[in-house]
């Protein structure tokens, strides 16, 4: 078995295993290593919660376990994800001072 990591149609990235002798474009069918689609569930904007996935992507949380371990890497991704907004926010404040 080999990992191989994907992008799904909504940008998402996932990891997956696949037999070695499987091409790479069965990765959607792979046995999932993670992250799972926790995100789904908190109600988020969908370009959001697709940041919030890759970011735990990027940070190798794929499982609760990972998360309960390391709580600082949950930290960072979310901190990540929502980084931008952030930056937004503050080009907003800044636009509307100089008007």
Do not use: C
Not at 38 to 67: M, S
Not at 71 to 77: P, R
């Amino acid at each position: 078995m080999r990992q191989i990591d994907y992008t799904d149609q909504r940008g998402r990235k996932y990891r997956v295993l696949l037999p070695d002798d499987a091409p790479d474009e069965q990765a959607p069918v792979g046995i999932p290593v993670g992250p799972p689609d926790v995100v789904d569930d908190l109600g988020l904007p969908p370009e959001t919660a697709t940041r919030l996935h890759n970011a735990l992507f990027r940070h190798g949380i794929w499982n609760a376990a990972i998360a309960a371990k390391n709580a600082n890497l949950l930290m960072q991704a979310v901190l990540s994800t929502f980084k931008i907004d952030a930056q937004i926010l503050q080009e907003a404040f800044y636009k509307l001072e100089k008007t």
